[in-house]
């Protein structure tokens, strides 16, 4: 059999000030990178809003240019040429040396690995600033550099070669963490694990907690590159313990205890109390109670039921409507909503928490997005953005209230009596956002997941429940099902199989009335959701007929 091929290749498009490429596989975008370009050098920028789009053309005809449209009446205004480059092609490099003892550096532009090109450099006043060639330079040698050089966090070293092809000696790499774009901290002393435990902890920083993190940091002798950059060195104790310092300070960090459970490799965590609720989701809207506030144009969408251990749970959400007639309408799409896009959505919001390690956290609206469609490539455009906030929004007037019945005595005299204590929990919060003049949609925003100062007392609060992370590679008509199952999986840890009652997954998958209309295709579509999931390894096993019992195996 012939070995199926890719045509793969990146196309730049760009002018004086920015450059974007374009991945294409097959002549599918598959992914793309946008950059200002300053001193010759590409900075990785957010793209601005595009108020047109490029037509690619067909791979083997770059050179042909691309047609670019109006995104509003779709109409060709123009047509651009592009520069094409072969996918293989590393393109240029920097690399800097610096020699402490004669307090000269120097700058290679790398080539495949491969130095072409070489400036010099000094430090006046703070700054790197090129410097003509060292007088009497006598050196004819060759810099080899290997593609992990340039990862940071990789423990690597430069080769230096004589013309004969000899190794005279290897330069070692002063390990350095990028803080936000425009801050490098190197660090002195500091091995390979050390310097990606602290990325980690740098990537759940807040923008204000990183301003406290340079600060604390900086010295008399930091230096401005000649990229640009503010250049701050260190030792890994003293980095160490600035971050134990400003992170101990936040209340919002997910706490150890929070991944006991978890496998951070391939699972996120939900804290269990939410969880545990949420699983009832399908339960609860199955005859679900509408009503207005009297005298108000806001509706409450209401459903209750117990959970195991008896305590009351009830589902509420809250929206605007002019009419009960409109009122009915929207109820019902809300109601399809919670069990499908919503629900995707509130998964992706609590992986991106995971992803940062806080429960309340700031990120561009886009980098939800594109966790909760992770196998999406192409840009959203501005529609969809409006419609994910608004699905967002939603979601903050969607709420748990959780009732537990207790004794109480006031004093010795008096009789002991029955209260309820009830708490309020939130799908999620919207803190605060950022948009553009004009703009429905946030470009920035900070979220709550969870209400730490609240449940401070509910010790299943900070727990995590574990859930897949391809499980938000689903449809969203399939991910509700498959976090029920994971939630179950979660209660019963030791268990390699679960049991369910046919009827119960016909409820939670959302079959009801296809089963009302004909039990067999319902079973039929049972299975292929079972299927889908399964393709995901969030299950292991599944059976081939749908019995008036389920067994899947999870271990």
Request: glycine share 6%; proline share 3%.
């Amino acid at each position: 059999m012939a070995k199926e091929t890719t045509a793969s290749s990146i196309i730049t498009v760009e002018n004086d000030k920015n450059r974007k490429y374009f991945y294409i596989e097959d002549g599918v975008v598959i992914n793309t990178k946008f950059f200002k370009i300053e001193n010759g050098l590409e900075i990785p920028v957010q793209e601005p809003e595009a108020k047109i789009s490029l037509e690619i053309p067909p791979v083997g005809r770059e050179e042909e240019g691309g047609n670019i449209r109006s995104i509003q009446t779709g109409e060709i205004i123009g047509t651009l040429g592009i520069g094409h480059q072969p996918k293989n092609d590393q393109g240029e490099r920097y690399f800097k040396v610096y020699n402490e003892t004669k307090g000269i550096g120097e700058r290679h532009k790398i080539i495949n690995n491969v130095s072409v090109e070489t400036r010099f450099y000094k430090k006046e006043n703070e700054q790197e600033v090129f410097c003509p060639r060292p007088e009497n330079d006598k050196r004819s040698h060759t810099l080899l550099f290997n593609e992990e050089i340039f990862k940071e966090g990789k423990k690597c070293e430069a080769e230096i070669y004589n013309p004969e092809g000899q190794l005279l000696k290897t330069l070692p790499w002063q390990p350095f963490i990028n803080v936000d774009g425009q801050t490098d901290i190197h660090l002195n002393d500091a091995g390979t694990s050390d310097i990606n435990k602290i990325v980690q902890k740098i990537l759940r920083m807040s923008e204000e907690e990183k301003g406290r993190l340079k600060t604390s940091i900086e010295k008399r002798d930091d230096i401005l590159t000649l990229e640009g950059k503010r250049s701050i060195t260190t030792t890994h104790s003293e980095l160490e313990k600035a971050l134990a310092t400003i992170l101990s300070s936040s209340k919002d960090l997910l706490a150890e205890p929070f991944y006991k459970s978890i496998n951070p490799e391939d699972e996120f965590g939900i804290s269990r109390i939410i969880a545990d609720q949420f699983r009832l989701l399908p339960e609860m809207l199955k005859e679900p109670l509408l009503k207005q506030q009297e005298n108000t144009t806001t509706y409450i969408i209401s459903a209750k039921t117990n959970n195991s251990k008896n305590s009351g749970i009830r589902l509420e959400h809250s929206f605007q409507a002019s009419s009960p007639e409109e009122a009915k309408k929207l109820a019902r799409l809300i109601i399809k909503r919670l069990q499908g896009v919503q629900h995707k959505i509130w998964l992706a919001v609590w992986k991106m928490a995971n992803e940062q390690g806080k429960f309340t956290y700031t990120c561009p609206l886009t980098e939800i997005m594109n966790t909760c469609y992770p196998e999406r490539n192409a840009y959203f455009q501005t529609g969809e953005k409006v419609e994910f906030y608004e699905n967002l929004k939603s979601l903050e007037n969607t709420k748990i209230v959780i009732t537990r019945k207790r004794k109480e005595k006031h004093s010795a005299k008096k009789k002991e009596k029955t209260v309820e204590d009830f708490i309020e929990i939130r799908a999620l919060e919207i803190i605060k956002g950022t948009r553009d003049i004009g703009n429905k949609y946030p470009n920035s925003i900070t979220i709550s997941v969870l209400n730490t100062s609240l449940l401070q007392k509910e010790k299943m609060a900070f727990v995590g429940a574990g859930y897949k992370k391809k499980t938000l590679e689903l449809q969203a008509k399939d991910s509700l099902l498959a976090q029920i199952i994971q939630t179950r999986k979660n209660q019963r840890q030791n268990a390699k199989e679960l049991t369910f009652e046919r009827g119960y997954l016909i409820r939670q998958a959302g079959l009801v009335k296809t089963d009302r209309a004909n039990k067999t295709v319902a079973n039929k579509r049972l299975i292929e959701k079972l299927k889908r999931i399964e393709a995901k390894d969030i299950i292991l096993e599944i059976p081939q007929r749908i019995r008036s019992t389920v067994k899947l195996k999870i271990r």
